[in-house]
């Protein structure tokens, strides 16, 4: 039999191999593994991942013209004869008011109509919020226009 055979590799580590015995033919082998790694204590400064306070509430910036947001805000609201003091703002989604697929469609057709506009299937499917609305129809004015 054959004496073991030792390998330090960097690190620290150790691996032993050492033939045991023959099983039909074939050295069984087996290996012996310990090893043991110092990292030094270096504080790492990851500017990306430091704690930052979140703000409670944020504002978001829109690409359509208030004037347009405030129409469609009410166009929605009159389309879903939602209460008066029900709050419609360029953020607020069709579905947490209460809009099924229909009533997107029926909201549309009142944007279309008030603006005198022409929305295409695949622009009106996009439409998830009163600004998605509102940026829409300012940018097919301004394509009407031109």
């Known amino acids: 039999m054959a004496a073991p055979v030792s390998a330090v590799a960097a690190g620290s ?12 033919g ?19 400064n990851f500017q990306s991942i430091r704690a930052r306070r979140i703000p409670k509430r944020f504002q978001v910036s829109c690409s359509a013209k208030q004037e347009t947001v405030d129409k469609v805000c009410e ?11 029900t709050t419609v703002i360029g953020e607020t989604k069709f579905v947490d ?6 009533d997107t ?14 929305v295409d299937e695949s622009s009106a499917q996009e439409i998830q919020t ?3 609305a509102a940026a829409l129809i300012d940018k097919l004015i301004t394509e009407k226009d031109a």
């Open 130 to 132: 009163v600004e998605d």
């Open 97 to 102: 008011i209460g809009a099924d697929s229909l």
């Open 26 to 44: 074939m050295d069984a082998v087996s290996f012996r593994v310990s090893a043991s790694f110092n990292f030094p204590r270096q504080r790492a």
């Open 105 to 118: 469609v029926e909201i549309v057709m009142g944007l279309e109509e008030a603006f005198q506009i022409s």
């Open 13 to 24: 580590a150790t691996v032993t191999y050492s033939p045991a015995l023959r099983v039909q």
């Open 75 to 85: 166009i929605v609201k009159n389309q879903l004869a939602l209460p008066e003091d």
